[in-house]
């Protein structure tokens, strides 16, 4: 198996395969993103490229994750946490927290 490019991963595509999994469909992890169907397709589209497995099958209605769509969901999740709590949170402006002071 070749190694995956890091440049070629978009966190975006975590935030797919998260919705992905979670929902188990297309069209769930759309709305769960709020973007189309169809971006969610292309996502996977990506993502089954970037890691050479089809990470998710047809089963009945739903999608069946994989092996390596198993072994890969606890890293994702934690990398998808990891950007919320740690990188976005201090992002956010606080003011009851600010110590500038501003005059109009």
Known sequence: MSAIHPNALDLNLLRVFHAVYVERGVGPAAQRLDVTPSAISHGLRKLRTLFHDELFLRAGASMA???RAQALFEP???????VANDVLAAACFDAGQAARE???
């Open 65 to 67: 994750p994989t092996v």
């Open 76 to 82: 994702v999740r934690r990398i998808i946490d990891s």
């Open 102 to 104: 501003f005059s109009l």
